[in-house]
């Protein structure tokens, strides 16, 4: 079955410790996605990767690392920069129409991550 | 940069009422999102319109472009359709802006 695969599903930190989140997809989609969620507020957009070995910062990276080494994987570090760590982390992915920046593709979301820092 | 307003932000429902949830966004999109997400977290599309109306089974949504509004009506709801509804629009560089979510509960 293709689809996007996030571990762990719950991650507890101490405070000052460095910890990254697996994002994996096996739909051979060009673009990912990383997203923070907290409480009674909409999704926020940490980081995104539209094709390997690049990545734009999003608007609120601050804290946050990431890579596209592969095609399949995006995995997300969050830092002992970032001063408010805890939250729910959701990953994303869609395809890119070549030849077209403007338009918008569907994206496909993974089951997120909870990580709580302690 | 887009704003987008969902209401209500919480709904409580009887079973088989019919409800609706709107969205209201502040500038021009190219696609807008109709997201569910369950207590565990993760998030499912339910729809992305552009224009007019789509419909599967008891949910439909309905997008005025002109009056930069949606709406999602659930048709004879039931317990499982307890949710968080969120609507996202695209907007350019094909990046999605979130309304912070409706959370529906339908009670038996």
């Known amino acids: 079955d293709g689809g996007i695969t996030q571990s762990p599903k719950y991650l507890f930190r101490k405070e000052g410790q460095n910890v990254t989140l697996s994002c994996e997809q096996n739909l051979n989609h060009d673009a990912m996605y990383w997203y923070r969620q907290d409480p009674g507020q909409g999704l926020r957009l940490i980081y995104y990767s539209q094709i390997v070995n690049d990545f734009q910062k999003g608007d609120i990276a601050e804290g946050y690392s990431v890579s596209r080494e592969k095609k399949e994987s995006f995995p997300l570090t969050v830092t002992s920069a970032q001063k408010n760590p805890t939250a729910f982390y959701l990953c994303a992915s869609s395809i890119l129409t070549s030849g077209s920046p403007r338009q918008y593709n569907e994206q496909f979301f993974g089951p997120g991550t909870r990580l709580t820092v302690l | ?108």
């Open chain 2, 1 to 108: 940069k887009n704003e987008v307003e969902q209401s209500p932000q919480n709904l409580t429902a009887q079973e088989g009422e019919f409800i609706t949830i709107n969205c209201s966004y502040s500038v021009g999109i190219s696609a807008l999102h109709w997201l569910q997400q369950h207590p565990g977290g993760g998030i499912v599309s339910l729809f992305m319109l552009s224009s007019g109306k789509k419909k599967h089974g008891r949910l439909i949504a309905t997008i005025n472009i002109q009056e930069k509004h949606s709406s999602l009506h659930i048709t004879a709801s039931h317990p499982r359709d307890s949710a968080v509804y969120i609507c996202a629009v695209a907007g350019s560089a094909r990046q999605l802006t979130f309304g912070s979510g409706t959370q529906l509960t339908v009670l038996p």
